[in-house]
């Protein structure tokens, strides 16, 4: 319940009568002792202000010419407010609404009149506008020192695409490419030092096992299908998700005594405890033939695995991606992705900015109506950083 001082409106109410028979008077109201509260939160009456600018004319005393004003910049380039813009950008971004249902909802919660090509048009100049936002937000990731990257499939015009996502603990950064190979992975990460936190897919192979940080949820998952197969393979599936438990104890416990000494003792005992078990099941016998591979690939990047244990900031797992990339998955299924390269462009721009308004616990809205404001008067763009 909020402070007395913080409500916005308060309703007496007092007793009309007494439980003897007693009618209440005016002049009998006054309060003994402190009142039962009950709040309730309610929605003012929205609409939105319709606001007439009008250019007049005078006529000049010296010359006799006749002179118009002229309107402001910032009401020339559209017949809608920064405010409503950002209303209207949010729910299609955030909320992953339709054009249609924005339409709908603008109708009856603004009582304004807008039209699907508006909407379009709308997020279009959102979109222009956070272009070098859009940018600097990949300059602060690739000079992150922690970085998570993940990668999921995407569509334009029916057409199968891949959109990529690196994000850091206050920064996202989305860009469709053409497929999921090696060459976007070095396009997305360039020349950075960073400590790439990811899964074992092959595009992140040209990374340096030192600075690479393999994720334990994918590796839980595949010792997972292994258990259930049979003999060797059910055996190894079983090591390994013993393994993924000890490691993922040994890091709550980190996270509780934050004491990196005992998290880098206990994960060398684990490594020295599992490489030989893991070794075993990378040999060429025959009962090896369906877990042969992933205990290969798993000696292979076996630095990888432990990153998290040296290094402040990196955890052992790419949740944090994956959580980013959800609200672009989702947003994928219900749209059905891209229709053009301009929507792909589009649509890079405006998750980056929705989700790295979220990592920062900043309201997407309030940044639009800047956004809207500042492209309109002519002025430089806010960051996202």
Known sequence: MLPACAVDEVIEHWPERCSC?????????????????????????????????????????????????????????????????????????????SRRDVVELAEEL??????????????????EALAEPYEDLLQRVRCAQV?????????????????????????AFFAVAADRHEDRAKSLLADTRAIVTSDRWWAYAHLPLARRQLCWSHLKRDFAAHAEGLAAEKEFGEHGLELCERVFWAWEVFQHTHD????????????????PIIRSYASKRAPNKRCRGMARNLLKAWPALWTFANHKG??????????????????????????????????ERLLSAHTTCRLQ??????YFTELFAAQARGDPIPPLA
């Open 21 to 97: 028979g007693h009618v209440f008077q005016e002049h009998e109201r006054r309060a003994v002792g402190e009142p039962a509260r009950y709040q309730v939160e309610e929605l003012p009456a929205l609409t939105v202000n319709v606001i007439e600018h009008r250019a007049q004319r005078v006529r000049c005393p010296a010359c006799g010419g006749r002179r118009r004003a002229k309107f402001p910049n910032e009401i020339a380039g559209s017949a809608f407010g920064p405010r409503l813009q950002a209303a209207l950008a949010a729910l299609s971004v955030r909320n992953r609404v």
């Open 361 to 366: 616990h900043r309201s997407l809205f309030a």
């Open 314 to 347: 990196v955890e052992p797992t790419n949740n944090h991606a994956e959580r980013a990339l959800r609200g672009a998955v989702i947003y994928r299924k219900l749209s059905l992705g891209s229709q053009s390269e301009g929507g792909e462009r589009r649509i």
């Open 260 to 275: 990196r000494r005992e998290l880098k003792r206990t994960v060398r005992s684990l490594r020295q405890t599992y490489k």
């Open 147 to 171: 970085l998570n990257v993940d990668e999921t499939g995407w569509r334009t015009a029916g057409e199968r695409r891949a959109l990529w996502g690196a994000f850091t603990k206050r920064h």
């Open 110 to 127: 603004f009582a304004a009149r807008v039209s699907t090509g508006s909407i379009d048009a709308i997020l279009a100049r959102a979109s």
